[in-house]
C-alpha cells in the first residue's frame, strides 16, 4: 500500500516536472520543482471533488471527463504559478544550499572576528568616524597630514593584505592628497622570519619530497623575510648557487580573508560617502585583489622574470634567471646575483650618475618600446653586481602595455614636452577611459595652464608634476587605467631610488634627452625604413590581390551584373535573438487572444448544458482561461530569465 502511494506520488511529481519544463520551456531546480509538484498534488483531489459536486453520479458519459481535465489543468497552473513566482522573487543560484549554508556561516564567524579586529584598529587610530559613512570634507593640511599618519599606523598594524593596499594606494597620486600619498609611501613590508620547520614543511609539499633531494645545500637562515614570503640560498646538486623565494605558510587564507574584507569596506564606501562613489574605490579594490592573488603564485612571478629578461636583452642590466622545474605556486627557484643592493650603501668610487642614467634609460625602453617593465624599482629591488652591471630583483608586480597604449603615452609625453596642451588633451583622452560627456575645451584649457606652470622656461620640473596633472584628470572625471598608474608609479618610485643613488640627478632632463633620442632612432632613416618594411608586409598579401578583384569588378560591371549582396542577420547571435523576441510576440498574442475567447465564452448564455449548473461554452471557456494563463506564464518567465 505505501509502497504503491510512494510510486504514484513520484509518477506525479515526474509527470509534472516534465509538464512544466515543456510549458514553460525552462529547466528549473530539484527543489523548486519538488514544491512546485508537492503543491499540485495537495490540491488536485480537492479541486475534483469540488468538481465531481457539479456532476450527476449517475452520468458515466464523457461529462465527469471534462472536469477531470478542467481540474488537472488548474492544479498544474497553480504549480506553475509557484514556479514562475520563485523565478522572479527567487532567482537560481540567489540561496545557497544546505552545504554551502554551513560553510558560509563558518566563514562569516571568522570574517566577523578578523572585521571586529581591523575596527578596534582603525577606531584606535582615529578613524572611526570614516567608518560610519563620516564625510569630514575638506581639511587644513596639518589635519590631512594627522589623518594621513593615523591611517599609515592603522594600516601597518592591519597586516600585510592592508600593507599591499597603502603601497599601491601611495601610488595613486591621482586619486589622493599629497600629504596622503608622502605618509603612505614609508610603508615597509618587512615581517620576522617565520620558524625554519613551517618554512620546511612548505618545501617539503611543494618539492613532493625532502629537501636534501633537491638541493646539495639548503641555509636555514633567510637572507631577506617579507609578510608574504623569505628568501633562503642554496645549492643545487650540479653546483649552481641559487636563491629560494618561499612563501610563509597559511598566508593565502589571510589573505583572502582580508581582501573579502577589503571588497566589503570597498562597496560599504562607495554606497554611503560620496568621495568613495567619486574614487571608485570598488573598482580599486576589485584591481588590487586581482594582483595580490596573482603576487600570491610565484609561478606568475616566474614568468613575468622570463618576460622582463626578453624585454631587458641587450641592456646593461641583468635579471635573474628563474628554474621553472624546480618552481612551483608557493616557491620559487631563481639564479643568485652577487653584487651590493642599492639598499645599502653603494660601493665608493661607483660611477653614481651613470649607473642612476643606466637605471633610468631601462626602466624608460621597458616601458616605451617593449611594453613590460618592473613596476616596483625601489632600492631593495636594484643590486649593483660585481661586474658593474645593474641586477633586477621581485617581480611580483609587473607592468604591461599594448601597442596602441604605448603609442598614445609617447605621444602625450611628446606633447607635453613640446609645451602643445592640444596634443596633450588628444593624447590623454586616448590614455584615459573617456566618459561619456566632456569639456574637451575646459580640459585643454586646464591642460594648458598645468603646462605653463610647470613646464615653462626657467621653472624646474620634477615628478610632482604627474600628481598635479592627476589631479586635472581627476576634476574631469578621467579615470587613469590600472596600467597606466602603473606606469606613474614606477617612475614615482624610481625618483626616490635616484635620489638615494645620485643626489642632483635630474630625471626630467634625462627623461626628455631619452624620448629626444628614441624619437630621433624612429625617425631617422633606419626606422623609417623599418616601419615602411612591417607597413609593406601588412599590406602585401591585400596588394597581391588587388588586381585581380578590381579586374572581376570592371568586368561585372561592364557587362551589367554587378550587383550588392548584403545578408540581413547572417550573425548567428542576431539570429538567435530576433528568433527569441518572435517566440516572446507569438506566445503573448496566443495568450491574450486565448483569453479574450475564453472571456467571451464565459459570458455567453445558453448553449448545450452539460451539469444542471454549467454550460458547454463555459466550460470551454475555462479550459481556455488555463491555458491562456499558462501561456502568459510562460512569456513571464522567459522574462525573468533574460534580465538575468
Same mark, same amino acid.
Given at each position: ?300 612571478? @616566474?614568468? *613575468? ?75 631593495? *629591488? ?91 584628470? @581627476? ?89 550588392? *549582396? ?56 475555462? *479550459? ?21
Amino acid at each position: 500500500m505505501v509502497v504503491g502511494l510512494a510510486a504514484t506520488v513520484a509518477v506525479m511529481l515526474a509527470g509534472f516536472a516534465v509538464a512544466a519544463r515543456r510549458v514553460l520551456g525552462l529547466r528549473f531546480g530539484a527543489v523548486r520543482t519538488l514544491l512546485a509538484g508537492a503543491l499540485v498534488i495537495a490540491i488536485i483531489g480537492p479541486l475534483m471533488q469540488a468538481f465531481a459536486g457539479t456532476v450527476d453520479p449517475a452520468d458515466t458519459g464523457i461529462t465527469p471527463l471534462w472536469f477531470f481535465v478542467l481540474a488537472v489543468l488548474c492544479a498544474l497552473l497553480a504549480g506553475l504559478v509557484f514556479l514562475v513566482v520563485a523565478e522572479a522573487l527567487v532567482p537560481p543560484g540567489s540561496l545557497p544550499g544546505p552545504l554551502e549554508l554551513v560553510r558560509a556561516a563558518r566563514r562569516r564567524a571568522v570574517r566577523s572576528r578578523r572585521y571586529l579586529q581591523i575596527t578596534r584598529i582603525l577606531i584606535r587610530h582615529g578613524l572611526g568616524p570614516y567608518l560610519r559613512g563620516r564625510d569630514p570634507g575638506p581639511s587644513a593640511p596639518a589635519g590631512r597630514a594627522r589623518t594621513a599618519e593615523a591611517l599609515r599606523l592603522a594600516l601597518d598594524e592591519a597586516g600585510v593584505t592592508f600593507v599591499k593596499l597603502g603601497q599601491i594606494m601611495s601610488t595613486r597620486s591621482d586619486l589622493l592628497p599629497p600629504e596622503f600619498v608622502e605618509e603612505l609611501r614609508l610603508l615597509q613590508d618587512r615581517a620576522a622570519p617565520a620558524p625554519w620547520a613551517e618554512i620546511e614543511r612548505v618545501l617539503v609539499a611543494e618539492l613532493g619530497g625532502p629537501v636534501e633531494e633537491a638541493f646539495a645545500e639548503f641555509e636555514r637562515e633567510p637572507l631577506a623575510a617579507a609578510s608574504i614570503a623569505q628568501v633562503h640560498r642554496a645549492r643545487l646538486s650540479g653546483g649552481e648557487e641559487v636563491v629560494v623565494k618561499v612563501q610563509r605558510p597559511g598566508i593565502a587564507a589571510v589573505v583572502e580573508q582580508d581582501l573579502d574584507i577589503v571588497a566589503r569596506l570597498a562597496r560599504s564606501l562607495e554606497r554611503r560617502t560620496g568621495w568613495g562613489r567619486a574614487f571608485g574605490v570598488g573598482e580599486l579594490a576589485r584591481g588590487f585583489a586581482e594582483a595580490l592573488r596573482e603576487e600570491l603564485d610565484f609561478r606568475v612571478e @616566474s614568468a *613575468n622574470m622570463a618576460a622582463v629578461a626578453a624585454a631587458a636583452a641587450g641592456e646593461p642590466v641583468h635579471v635573474p634567471a628563474p628554474r621553472p622545474e624546480l618552481s612551483s605556486r608557493r616557491m620559487l627557484v631563481m639564479e643568485r646575483l652577487a653584487g651590493t643592493p642599492f639598499g645599502g650603501a653603494v660601493p665608493e668610487g661607483a660611477d653614481r650618475q651613470g649607473l642612476a642614467r643606466t637605471l633610468l634609460e631601462t626602466l624608460l625602453r621597458q616601458i616605451m618600446v617593449h611594453g613590460v617593465f618592473h613596476a616596483d624599482p625601489h632600492p631593495g *629591488n636594484i643590486m649593483l653586481l660585481e661586474d658593474g652591471r645593474l641586477g633586477l630583483l621581485d617581480f611580483g608586480s609587473v607592468g604591461r602595455l599594448d601597442a596602441a597604449l604605448r603609442g598614445a603615452l609617447q605621444r602625450l609625453l611628446a606633447a607635453l614636452d613640446r609645451g602643445d596642451p592640444l596634443g596633450v588633451s588628444d593624447a590623454l583622452l586616448e590614455v584615459v577611459a573617456r566618459p561619456e560627456e566632456i569639456d574637451e575645451r575646459e580640459l585643454e584649457r586646464d591642460l594648458g595652464r598645468f603646462m605653463a606652470r610647470h613646464l615653462v622656461t626657467g621653472a624646474a620640473p620634477d615628478m610632482r608634476m604627474f600628481s598635479h596633472l592627476f589631479r586635472v584628470v @581627476s576634476a574631469h572625471g578621467l579615470s587613469v587605467p590600472p596600467e597606466v598608474a602603473a606606469v606613474f608609479r614606477a617612475l614615482g618610485t624610481v625618483e626616490g631610488t635616484l635620489a638615494r643613488l645620485a643626489p642632483g640627478f635630474d630625471i626630467v632632463a634625462e627623461a626628455r634627452a631619452f624620448s629626444a633620442r628614441h624619437l630621433a632612432e624612429r625617425g631617422g632613416p633606419e626606422g623609417i625604413r623599418e616601419a615602411a618594411a612591417q607597413e609593406m608586409l601588412h599590406l602585401l598579401p591585400m596588394l597581391r590581390r588587388l588586381p585581380r578583384r578590381v579586374e572581376r569588378i570592371v568586368g561585372a560591371a561592364e557587362h551589367g551584373r554587378f550587383g550588392v *549582396n548584403v545578408r540581413l542577420f547572417a550573425d548567428e547571435r542576431d539570429r538567435r535573438y530576433v528568433t527569441g523576441v518572435l517566440h516572446q510576440v507569438l506566445l503573448t498574442v496566443l495568450a491574450a487572444t486565448t483569453g479574450v475567447m475564453a472571456v467571451l465564452l464565459l459570458g455567453t448564455e445558453g448553449g448545450p448544458s452539460v451539469t444542471p449548473g454549467v454550460g458547454l461554452l463555459q466550460l470551454l471557456g475555462y *479550459n481556455l482561461l488555463a491555458i491562456s494563463a499558462m501561456l502568459g506564464l510562460r512569456v513571464l518567465v522567459l522574462i525573468f530569465r533574460s534580465e538575468r
